[in-house]
């Protein structure tokens, strides 16, 4: 698996989505067989179903079980993997085992996809399969994702960033292809809702998990529950937030929030925002993938 790299399209700011398609799947094809780190999203499940559409049972996708896990997550991808006939496993991960994950500093992703590469590594060595490969896309160099490096340091490919793939291409592709994850809101894993600082224990997860199950009950589609102590903060897209701020919406909201064990409520202003707690660090220049991989 080490002797593989990566293979980077020569000009994918001027491929077009379909161009950047064929040579992902072309690229997939060289490998002999090849585990894909399959979260449920729409970045990682592309992968998985481009991964299947070059390899077939050559490629075997994996999804990670953790606390940070939500059983939402676990239905969507369940879902997923039996309409498209993906072959699919699921593994457990310990990072909450580690003091350093759980502290839950800005590195903590790194942490966690530590933890994750070494399990993938550690199944691709006893199954005999060529590489590992992740869901991480063209835009995602645009934050801060500590995770990139410990991608880095296990030699984790990253097609759909070779092939120059940005996320709105991803969508579009994937709703040519049929795939149910087209649409589906941006997720991420439950710690990424604590504060920096904030330790990352399963009750906290758990808090945060029930929280958000309620906000989809009330049918929002793109939100974060974040936890700061006892206080929800409410992240709802722009889209969503004229039904979100309508009476009695905000009194349900608290209602229903309260009843699952936080002591305040509140909706934050600025509405739902990717990475919203990497607002707290800086310089902001240093949020780049680039800056935290080494490359």
Same mark, same amino acid.
């Given at each position: 698996m080490k002797e593989l790299v990566h293979i980077r399209s020569v000009d994918g700011d001027s491929a077009s989505p379909e161009e950047k398609e064929a040579l992902l799947l072309s690229h997939l094809a060289q490998f002999p067989s090849l585990i894909v780190a399959l979260s449920g999203g729409t970045d990682s499940a592309y992968l998985a179903w481009a991964a299947h559409q070059s390899l077939g049972s050559r490629s075997l996708s994996v999804t990670a079980l953790s606390p940070s896990f939500s059983a939402h997550d676990r239905a969507m991808t369940e879902g997923f993997v039996c309409k498209l006939g993906v072959r699919h496993e699921f593994i457990e991960t310990r990072e909450?085992?580690?003091?350093?994950?759980?502290?839950?500093?800005?590195?903590?992703?790194?942490?966690?996809?530590?933890? *994750?590469?070494?399990? *993938?590594?550690? *199944?691709?060595?006893?199954?005999g399969l060529a590489a590992v490969a992740y869901g991480v896309n063209a835009d995602d160099t645009l934050d801060f994702r500590p995770g990139h490096r410990a991608a880095t340091e296990h030699q984790v490919l990253a097609p759909l960033l070779d092939a120059g793939l940005r996320k709105?291409?991803?969508?579009?592709?994937?709703?040519?292809?049929?795939?149910?994850?087209?649409d589906r809101p941006a997720s991420a894993c439950l710690a990424s809702r604590l504060p920096y600082g904030t330790e990352v224990t399963p009750e906290r997860l758990g808090l945060v998990e029930r929280g958000e199950a309620a906000l989809r009950e009330l049918g929002f589609r793109q939100f974060r529950v974040r936890l700061h102590d006892k206080l929800a903060r409410v992240e709802i897209s722009p889209e969503e937030m004229p039904r979100a701020f309508a009476p009695p919406m905000p009194a349900t909201i608290a209602a229903r929030l309260k009843a699952i064990g936080f002591t305040y409520v509140s909706l934050d202003l600025e509405g739902y925002r990717q990475g919203s707690l990497n607002e707290t660090l800086s310089p902001p220049g240093d949020r780049s993938l680039k800056a935290t991989s080494g490359t």
């Amino acid at each position: 698996m080490k002797e593989l790299v990566h293979i980077r399209s020569v000009d994918g700011d001027s491929a077009s989505p379909e161009e950047k398609e064929a040579l992902l799947l072309s690229h997939l094809a060289q490998f002999p067989s090849l585990i894909v780190a399959l979260s449920g999203g729409t970045d990682s499940a592309y992968l998985a179903w481009a991964a299947h559409q070059s390899l077939g049972s050559r490629s075997l996708s994996v999804t990670a079980l953790s606390p940070s896990f939500s059983a939402h997550d676990r239905a969507m991808t369940e879902g997923f993997v039996c309409k498209l006939g993906v072959r699919h496993e699921f593994i457990e991960t310990r990072e909450m085992e580690n003091p350093a994950y759980r502290a839950n500093a800005a590195d903590r992703c790194y942490f966690c996809k530590d933890e *994750l590469f070494s399990a *993938l590594d550690d *199944l691709a060595r006893a199954r005999g399969l060529a590489a590992v490969a992740y869901g991480v896309n063209a835009d995602d160099t645009l934050d801060f994702r500590p995770g990139h490096r410990a991608a880095t340091e296990h030699q984790v490919l990253a097609p759909l960033l070779d092939a120059g793939l940005r996320k709105a291409e991803i969508r579009m592709l994937s709703h040519r292809a049929g795939l149910p994850t087209w649409d589906r809101p941006a997720s991420a894993c439950l710690a990424s809702r604590l504060p920096y600082g904030t330790e990352v224990t399963p009750e906290r997860l758990g808090l945060v998990e029930r929280g958000e199950a309620a906000l989809r009950e009330l049918g929002f589609r793109q939100f974060r529950v974040r936890l700061h102590d006892k206080l929800a903060r409410v992240e709802i897209s722009p889209e969503e937030m004229p039904r979100a701020f309508a009476p009695p919406m905000p009194a349900t909201i608290a209602a229903r929030l309260k009843a699952i064990g936080f002591t305040y409520v509140s909706l934050d202003l600025e509405g739902y925002r990717q990475g919203s707690l990497n607002e707290t660090l800086s310089p902001p220049g240093d949020r780049s993938l680039k800056a935290t991989s080494g490359t």
